[in-house]
């Protein structure tokens, strides 16, 4: 059977598709989005975090230790996370943290113990909810979702994949008859910026686009807002003429870049570069859309 490292299984939400839904959270990402909201979602090996406001200085933590990782500044505890990357005891340090100072994200699963966490939420879903497959990119582990998917159509519950899209299409290919609607993150028509901002270009986004809609698949299109860079008369033109090329796509969401991110790189002791987002996202869905897709 099939595993893969999954980084959360948030219930009720009601942000990730239609309905009340169970949303499981991929770890492993293969873009770098600079104003990622989820920056534990990126690596695809479970990793350690440490929320240094939350230490109450007790150091259960330094026992455990085997790679030196932990020291005292005074009466500050510091923690040096690169030495925890490939220690086989980070599962030990977070549990003998009693504060959750120390975070492990990440734990490697098979599809029926997920399933089986999706399944004590069935009654919770209604008509319209149903589990969705985020992350991270939930589809760099489709061998995994060949397996999970099939288990919930079997017992009537509805799928989504919240992705951006960024593989080859046979690794979408295969999952098409599991899959009742796909949550696309689009984050720049201009190819130039989305490498600049994820690292990588976004051709295979606009062409998985299009053989979904060949294939007519149902898309909720997500589109984040950055002032002054999705402005610009070519970036609204191209998001036009895209959208009138999509008639699978049922609805937009637009959101302004936010930095509530920001503690999450501080625990994983990376840099945060902050953004400003576009306030009135409204204004802008109406310069960029059709009445028909927002």
Known sequence: MKKAVIMDIQRYSIHDGPGIRTTVFFKGCNMACR??????????????????????GCMACLPVCERGAHSMAGKIHQV??????D???KQECSDACPAQALC?????????QVWKEVLADRNFYGKEGGVTCSGGEALLQDEFLREFLPLCKEEGISTCLDTALHVDWERIEKLLEWT???LVDLKFMNRENHIRY?????????QNLYRLAEHNKPVILRMPL??????????VRARRELLKRLPNVVRTDCFAVSNHGASKYEALQRDFLPFTGISDTQA???????????
């Open 226 to 235: 950055l002032a002054r860079l999705h402005e610009t008369e070519e970036e």
């Open 87 to 89: 220690c086989k005891k």
């Open 180 to 182: 009742d609607l796909f």
């Open 198 to 206: 994820t690292g990588v270009d976004n051709e295979k986004t606009i």
């Open 80 to 85: 040096d996370l690169s030495r925890c990357r």
């Open 35 to 56: 104003w990622c909201h989820n920056p534990e979602s990126q690596r695809a090996e479970p990793e350690m975090l440490f929320y240094k406001e939350r230490c109450i």
């Open 104 to 112: 492990l994200c990440g734990r490697e699963m098979d599809a029926q």
């Open 284 to 294: 802008y869905k109406e310069r960029c859309y059709d009445t028909d897709h927002i």
